[in-house]
Nanobody, 130 residues
Framework: QVQLVESGGGVVQAGGSLRLSCAASGRTFRSYDSAWFRQAPGKEREFVAAVNWSGLNTYYADSVKGRFTISRDNARHTVYLQMNSLRSEDTALYYC???????????????????????WGQGTQVTVSS
């Protein structure tokens, strides 16, 4: 497993932008698929966006498609989530997750369930005021 630390959360007005960062320890992180999840009070943790180990393939939840962009810089061991046109319903605790490669992996698949990920950060709070 790797250690993950999120940063970049805060309070922003509706329509504004934030960029979240997820810093990982260990060079093995460059082989991990990564994702962002979020959890609002009283709700289950939900998938937001995923990026494969190389950064070439991304996948988004319908609720954020066209507004959020996930990316990674393997040289810096960091995954990013650029969030634009923020809405009040985006308010949540945002978590970074990492998934080590498995021998049973099938190429081209995206992982959107929380239980498919091995490593988690502590979360960073995003609050969007209307």
């Amino acid at each position: 497993q790797v250690q993950l630390v999120e940063s970049g959360g805060g309070v922003v007005q509706a329509g504004g932008s934030l960029r979240l960062s997820c810093a990982a320890s260990g060079r093995t992180f460059r082989s991990y698929d990564s994702a962002w999840f979020r959890q609002a009070p009283g709700k289950e943790r939900e998938f937001v966006a995923a990026v494969n180990w190389s950064g070439l393939n991304t996948y988004y939840a319908d609720s954020v498609k066209g507004r959020f962009t996930i990316s990674r810089d393997n040289a810096r061991h960091t995954v990013y989530l650029q969030m634009n046109s923020l809405r009040s319903e985006d308010t949540a605790l945002y978590y970074c997750a990492g998934r080590a490669p498995k021998t049973t992996d099938v190429g081209g698949r995206y992982y959107t369930r929380a239980d498919e990920y091995d490593s988690w950060g502590q979360g960073t709070q995003v609050t969007v005021s209307s």
